[in-house]
């Protein structure tokens, strides 16, 4: 054999074994969701033709598309358009179009129901389903699916357990099939917030079929199944499950209300850095992006090319100190703290004014919210120099770790305000920031004396946000906050539908929570979505959850 | 030639075995585990410690290394906490994203590098050795996010020259029969050149980031390499006697430089796969190391071992290719190892 030969022979040996490396994968989609490379249609594609396709990128990742688990933001809103819950808000059109969901509500799954006081004090709600909703395979939406859904809140391994003793739901036998139409629900409560679940996505039915022939010896409830695969009857239904490349909704033929989605497409990009979608979007790339830093929306602003939406929502960001960690075991020393947080600095350098003022546990757009007490978080640096002194507490040798996320660069930059507040009244501070899990995990054991955190309430409750955030025990109650006379306050509001009572009730325990001060309540951060200029139905709900079904582009050229 | 192959691929395996096991103590230091993430912000501490017991991290990290062990031995690499798939799948999916990524940074940073490089040390000291120089200084010195936003912000949204950053291909369009998963060979094999120049100006902006950074190191090696092989006497010799310029490189001082610089070009190939983070992440890659960053956020044990175990395994095997290419480049490298197995 010559040379040349030899060498041409171990040449293509080299290059088989460099494309094997390539090739011992596949480019396609993952084969447990069933999904296709399938060719669909590019979206504008005759000039002066508006597109009903849109293309949007979100805040992250979709991760798992599974009802019934902790999942990314992303995930959310790609399961609201998927299924289908039994009832939703009604929506009022403001003056710049932003389309905002009120406290009233009408029938979705439900063509209608009643809510009546039952004989042992709670509710009975009743349901009569719509006979023309199907699942997007095709089959008829029945009571058994509702049921289902909610059996599988309840007894599932998933977190919604947790939500549906808030109002008065913790057995399957309180969720009863009446006929294939009609679902019964009694609670053991009077729980305001009673309406307000049932618009939640969660309780959106499951196809009880597809489900129970996807079960497994270990996974009763097929969670491993839904990871990667829906089967619901809400707006859309999934035509490509790619989350790396690209997730693609088409509108559900069995939807009941498939004559108000107003778009035949959605593809949901994966565009980690938000710079970038800014930019996709302001050239027309993308007709939604969503999860924009402040700083980057109020460079937007001035661009005639897109709209930005904003609206108050009751979200709280937060500085939680731990009250069973010293120096926090001391109530003076946690108000000096208090009156030292910059909170007008924050609002308008950390969020570029789109937030609001927290001012309390209680948001300052949430029913009951009262603005004498919540006026007592202000700045006041005389004030925090004062309380420092009255605790007590020898600063000169003490740094406090103050732990943020890697993932949350307002928080970070809060941090650093917050840090220099602190110094004004001789209170060292060293920020850490810390990758996302190993803060989830030292904030669970406790490790973490002082944090910044946030949290967001569906159902826009007070006393569902106070007991989840700041009662006894609460595994959430990441200052470890604990007042006998506080958590009664919340019992005796919590199940009550008297505005009076739940006024008063309110009012008392977000005094005591401003004196005992574990939390300086920093922001509420507004809920932004920029869009493309000519794009409309951009809508704002309990969730605060990015929805599809009702945006435009029949202006779009 | 085959037996010095097996050779090498029985010893590729053993530091294979070897780095899946430090791999496994070390990702075991990081702190945090992703189950407090899964369970959500409503969970309940007996969910968070059901969730790690699903994942097996409740056990002693002896019983967790024997699962692991038995799992590598079939190819598994764990579940994913974050996305609950297996990350041998996920990994799998999203490597020839990394790899044609990287080639072609390499092949591109290659064409650049190398006749640079050359061209520096045949005009040692005079104006283009300079000019060749201070390029790979602005290379080496470049902050690649920097230069991404860069390139992004010039050719695409001033000029529109380039498409924006969403990844490996536009919108809706359908890709080639995967053969290879280079999209851009897989194009070629099944006739679709359409789909071949959406791939390759999907590929541009990320390809010339990289290798604006890559030719740096490329350079400088060639430079020395080159540099040092025509200081050799049997290159004065064939100038004196007038061998041309070009025959004279090509075929003698390349040869002779190779070696170094195919070592350059192999470590910074592998260097990619690990460090094409940033570079996935702004151009909404769908890579590994886009992958991986999302692993490390959420602290997703799992993915965070099999994305360093994979990284090493292709180190290993790309030191195993090299070797190969230095057999084909180096006769005497070719005939020590068949005289080894004689």
């Known amino acids: ?557 | 030639m085959w037996g010095f192959l097996v050779r090498r691929l029985t010893t590729a395996f053993l530091v294979i075995v070897g780095v899946a096991v430090v791999v496994f103590f070390v990702i075991r230091v990081l702190p945090g585990d992703g189950a407090a993430l899964r369970a959500g912000p409503y969970a309940s501490a007996e969910r968070v410690a059901q969730i790690r017991k699903d994942y097996g991290l409740d056990k002693s990290l002896f019983s967790q290394f024997c699962v692991y062990i038995k799992d590598l031995s079939h190819g598994r690499l764990g579940t994913s906490m974050r996305t609950g798939k297996n990350v041998t799948g996920e990994l799998f999916e999203r490597l020839p994203a990394s790899l044609e990524l990287a080639f072609y940074s390499v092949l591109l940073a290659s064409i650049i590098g190398l006749p640079l490089g050359a061209l520096a040390a045949i005009k040692r000291g005079k104006v283009a050795d300079q000019m060749v120089r201070f390029f790979a200084v602005i290379g080496s010195s470049m902050a690649l996010f920097w230069l991404g936003i860069l390139l992004i912000y010039l050719f695409f949204y001033i000029l529109g020259w380039s498409p924006g950053p969403v990844g490996r291909m536009s919108v809706g369009q359908t890709l080639p029969p995967s053969t290879t998963g280079f999209i851009t060979i897989d194009a070629l094999i099944h006739g679709q050149f359409a789909v071949l120049g959406e791939a390759i100006k999907y590929l541009a902006l990320p390809v010339v980031t990289l290798s604006f950074v890559l030719s740096a190191p490329i350079i400088k090696i060639t430079r020395i390499a080159v540099l040092n092989t025509l200081n050799m006497e049997h290159i004065r010799t064939a100038k004196s006697i007038g061998v041309s310029s070009i025959d004279l490189i090509w075929r003698d001082v390349f040869r002779n430089a190779a070696i170094p610089i195919v070592t350059t070009i192999g470590i910074v190939f592998g260097y990619m796969l690990g460090g094409n983070v940033i570079v996935e992440f702004l151009f909404a890659w769908p890579g590994v190391g886009r992958y991986a960053y999302t692993a490390i956020q959420n602290s997703d044990i799992d993915a965070i071992q099999g994305f360093v175990l994979l990284v090493g395994i292709i180190y290993v095997l790309m030191n195993v290719v090299i070797d190969f290419v230095y057999m084909f480049i180096d006769p005497r490298v070719r005939l020590g190892s068949d005289q080894d197995s004689k």
């Open chain 1, 1 to 557: 054999m010559s040379n040349k030969n030899l060498k041409i022979k171990q040449l293509v040996a080299v290059a088989i074994l460099v494309i094997a490396l390539g090739a011992c994968s596949s480019s396609s989609p993952s084969s447990d969701s069933g999904a296709t490379d399938t060719a669909v249609a590019t979206a504008d594609t005759t000039a002066g033709v508006a597109s009903t396709e849109l293309v949007v990128a979100l805040s992250d990742t979709t991760n798992m598309i599974e009802l019934h688990s902790f999942k990314s933001t992303a995930a959310y809103s790609i399961t609201k358009s998927l299924y289908e819950p039994l009832l939703r808000q009604k929506f009022e059109t403001r003056d710049d179009g932003l389309q905002v969901g009120t406290l009233e509500h009408e029938g979705a799954g439900a063509e209608s129901y009643t809510v009546e006081v039952s004989p042992a004090g709670g509710f009975v709600a009743t349901f009569k389903l719509r006979a023309n909703a199907k699942f997007s395979d095709g089959s008829p939406v029945t009571a058994a699916d509702y049921k289902y859904t909610f059996d599988r809140s309840i007894k599932g391994p998933g977190y919604i357990g947790l939500l549906l003793p808030f109002i008065g739901v913790d057995s399957v036998d309180q969720i009863k099939v009446v006929d294939d139409l009609t679902l019964e629900i009694t609670t053991k409560v009077q729980s305001p917030l009673f309406e307000r679940f049932m618009t939640f996505q969660v309780f959106g039915a499951i196809n009880k079929k597809v489900a129970e022939a996807n079960k497994t010896a270990d996974d009763e409830w097929s969670f491993k199944y839904f990871e990667t695969n829906a089967a619901g009857s809400g707006p859309y239904m999934i035509d490509t499950y790619d989350p790396e490349n690209g997730i693609v909704l088409v509108p559900n033929p069995g939807y009941w209300d498939a004559a108000n989605v107003k778009n035949t497409k959605v593809t949901v990009l994966a565009v980690p850095d938000a710079s970038q979608r800014a930019l996709l979007l302001q050239k027309g790339e993308l007709d939604l992006a969503d999860g924009l830093p402040p700083k980057m929306v109020t460079d937007l602003l001035a661009d005639p090319n897109v709209k930005v939406y904003k609206s108050a929502s009751s979200g709280v960001n937060y500085l939680a100190m731990n009250v069973g960690v010293k120096p926090f075991d001391n109530q003076a020393f946690r108000q000096a703290i208090l009156y030292a947080v910059p909170y007008e600095g924050i609002i308008s350098g950390v969020m570029y004014g789109f937030a609001a003022p927290a001012n309390g546990v209680v948001s300052t757009s949430m029913e009951t919210y009262d603005s004498a007490i919540g006026a007592g978080y202000k700045t006041d640096l005389e004030m925090a120099k004062k309380k420092l002194l009255e605790s007590k507490v020898d600063v000169s040798k003490l740094t406090i770790p103050l732990a943020v996320r890697e993932s949350r660069l307002d928080d970070q930059a809060a941090a650093v305000l917050i840090q220099d507040g602190l110094r004004a009244i001789g209170v060292n501070v060293e920020v850490q920031i810390l990758p996302d899990g190993d803060f989830a995990t030292k904030q669970n054991a406790n490790e973490l004396p002082l944090q910044i955190h946030d949290w967001s309430s569906w159902g826009e409750d007070p006393f569902y946000q106070m007991k989840f955030l700041t009662s006894c025990g609460s595994f959430v109650n990441y200052s470890r906050f604990c007042s006998k006379d506080y958590d009664k306050l919340i019992a005796e509001g919590i199940f009550s539908t008297d505005k009076a009572v739940r006024q008063a009730a309110s009012s008392k325990a977000q005094q005591i929570f401003v004196d005992q001060a574990p939390w300086a309540p920093l922001w509420s951060a507004d809920r932004t979505v920029v869009v493309k200029s000519c794009v409309t139905g951009v809508d704002r709900d309990y969730t605060l959850v990015a929805g599809f079904s009702k945006l435009n582009k029949e202006n779009c050229k």
